[in-house]
């Protein structure tokens, strides 16, 4: 059976909760435990989309004759109903706990809302209690409008997924418990694209090969079995360009007894995604509980899917517009549009597996990662070239002989924070795509990585007419990639400069200065380019009132660590000479520097 969406709220005033479908929670599950975190974010969540349906989850269910068991998906569905009581929505009690009389009285008093009945203490569910109460508290605190929530609910959708007649949910229950999370939107997708497999042994290695790449906390040779692994990149070496063909060569097909029926049972298909068992397959490469990763991606697996889509949309000249946003609460959305555009035929999910696969080979070796250490507790940014020792053990090498890709993506990297906005992901995956086997040289990159930065700095600075006193509003690639261009004239210079978050725009003599000090500059002034820096958002506080001089003296450490804008200016500052008299040339000079390297005229 296909998913089921479920509105959580409409214009009707109809809502999940007011419907003629109940559902139950088993008394397998545990009782309803979800602290100020988890409400807080969802309540975030919701109260932030701006898209069009957000996707908050999967309920996972079985039916009986007496309604819905909630498998997985509980503790989000029972806050959903807090939140609507909360409302003071239409609703009716639909939603049960078997054999929890306090919990469903608690259910039933909310949704009757009666000030007046007393209820004796012995009869409430506190955990139900407090989950309400922490609502009405983030709702206080963070002036939410209750009516523009509701706006906000009539595009939250749940998926609701039934599993097949006959199902042994007591081994399901453990397997999603195993997990420690609810079914995602890429166990979803997952589904679907081995729904199209009719053939048993291609859809095992499909998900083996869809795990491997589902886990980015490493290398995807690290999390296949030794088998596959060699198929896929070799035996002597674990860096080969993937074989995926000359791998699909070797898996039986032919034998019609291996066949499996193809149906339309959606469910069924589930059932595949948990008799995988993906863990039986990995290396001893994952982190004990507490310690870090020793490589960090810059994205997660299901932002990771949406830059292969939009690779894959590319590659394959079809004409789907997506968003310009990569937001991740779109995936299923969006691969939607695939699926309807795309003839579906047996081959198609085999080619999408095959892009999915190449695209983090190239991930892996080409875009960068921080990578963690005992020596380095903070990450060090990485560029790293998984290979194979003599004794069967990985150790890594750098991709390119020089710093210059890593510099310049690290540059994109600490500039473009937010994954909905990491389009130098996708264009830099594209275009090693497009190379095929070819491995690129440290030259031809480092230009393709300039020409997608030099593109964004275009965009986000100099198309504004005010660019040259833009102030705050200066985008942050702007000094980030003025940085790269420094270091790369003198790298031997600034040896020890490293690229930060630094999230905090600025000004080198201060916007306003303590009252009776000294005299305060016309906007313009202050606002130039010249006089702006970019530094750590922990320090911007007392940062902000001195004027240069006294910043010099105060921060040395910290400038001499900063940005290389902020050095220069540092080393500009002198007893001997008046900032205002030096500023706008300096300005001059740097937005030269720039316009230059993006191939921009300041004179026309």
């Known amino acids: 059976m296909d998913p089921m969406e479920l509105r959580v709220y409409e214009t009707t005033k109809k809502n999940i909760f007011n419907k003629s479908d109940k559902y139950i929670v088993p008394l397998y599950q545990r009782a309803y435990a979800w602290s100020d975190d988890e409400i807080n974010q969802l309540i975030e969540d919701i109260w932030g989309n701006e898209s069009d349906n957000y996707y908050v989850g999967s309920l996972i269910v079985y039916k009986r004759n007496d309604g819905f068991e909630v498998i997985d998906g509980q503790q989000r569905l029972t806050t959903l109903f807090l939140i609507l009581s909360f409302l003071e929505a239409e609703m009716k009690q639909n939603l049960f706990f078997d054999?929890?009389?306090?919990?469903?009285?608690?259910?039933?008093?909310?949704?009757?809302?009666?000030?007046?009945?007393?209820?004796?203490?012995?009869?409430?569910?506190?955990t139900l209690y407090y989950g309400k109460e922490i609502i009405n508290t983030k709702f206080t605190i963070d002036k939410i409008n209750k009516e523009e929530f509701k706006k906000k609910l009539l595009k939250v959708v749940l998926y609701r997924i039934e599993v097949p007649e006959g199902t042994d949910l007591n081994r399901y229950f453990e397997i999603m418990n195993t997990r420690g999370e609810q079914l995602e939107q890429h166990d979803v997708l997952k589904a679907k694209f081995m729904e199209l497999i009719d053939e048993s042994e291609i859809r095992n290695q499909f998900a083996e090969i869809w795990e491997a790449c589902s886990n980015m906390t490493g290398y995807v040779q690290m999390n296949m079995s030794k088998p596959i692994r060699e198929k896929l990149f070799g035996k002597n070496n674990w860096d080969n360009f993937p074989k995926f063909e000359e791998y699909l060569k070797t898996v039986s097909i032919s034998n019609e007894k291996q066949r499996k029926r193809k149906t339309d049972d959606f469910s069924e298909k589930l059932n595949l995604i948990l008799d995988s068992k993906p863990d039986e397959f990995k290396l001893d490469v994952l982190p004990k509980d507490g310690e870090k990763v020793r490589f960090e991606s810059p994205v997660n697996f299901t932002y990771f899917l949406l830059h292969v889509l939009r690779v894959y949309i590319a590659s394959e000249e079809l004409k789907i517009q997506l968003p310009r946003l990569i937001e991740d609460i779109r995936l299923l959305e969006e691969y939607n549009l695939l699926f309807e555009k795309k003839k579906i035929d047996k081959n198609f999910s085999i080619n999408f597996l095959d892009c999915l696969l190449k695209c983090r080979y190239l991930m892996d070796n080409y875009?960068?990662?921080?990578?963690?250490n005992e020596e380095n507790r903070d990450g060090d940014w990485s560029l790293k070239w998984l290979n194979k020792s003599k004794e069967e053990t990985a150790y890594y090498t750098e991709t390119f002989e020089t710093k210059h890709n890593l510099m310049l993506q690290a540059a994109m990297r600490v500039s473009f924070t937010s994954p909905k906005i990491?389009?130098?992901?996708?264009?830099?995956?594209?275009?090693?795509?497009?190379?095929?086997?070819k491995k690129p040289s440290n030259e031809e990159f480092q230009e393709e990585l300039k020409s997608i930065i030099s593109k964004s700095v275009r965009e986000n600075l100099f198309s504004q007419n005010n660019y040259e006193n833009m102030g705050v509003e200066t985008p942050h690639i702007a000094f980030n990639y003025l940085d790269y261009l420094l270091w790369e004239e003198h790298p031997r210079k600034y040896k020890d400069f490293n690229f930060e978050y630094r999230t905090s725009v600025e000004h080198w003599f201060p916007q306003h200065p303590s009252e009776g000090t000294f005299m305060k500059w016309k906007q313009e002034e202050v606002d130039n380019f010249g006089n702006l820096c970019i530094i750590q958002r922990n320090v911007n506080s007392k940062f902000s009132n001195l004027e240069p001089h006294s910043k010099k003296a105060t921060f040395e450490e910290m400038i001499n660590k900063g940005s290389i804008k902020l050095r220069l200016m540092a080393e500009k500052t002198t007893e001997s000479v008046d900032w205002k008299d030096i500023y706008e040339t300096f300005g001059e000079e740097m937005l030269d520097k720039l316009a230059t390297a993006c191939d921009f005229d300041r004179n026309v």
């Open 422 to 437: 990491m389009h130098w992901i996708t264009e830099s995956l594209l275009w090693l795509y497009k190379l095929g086997k």
């Open 367 to 372: 875009i960068i990662k921080r990578e963690y």
């Open 99 to 126: 054999c929890r009389k306090r919990s469903n009285l608690t259910l039933q008093n909310m949704i009757e809302n009666d000030s007046n009945k007393k209820i004796n203490e012995s009869d409430i569910e506190e």
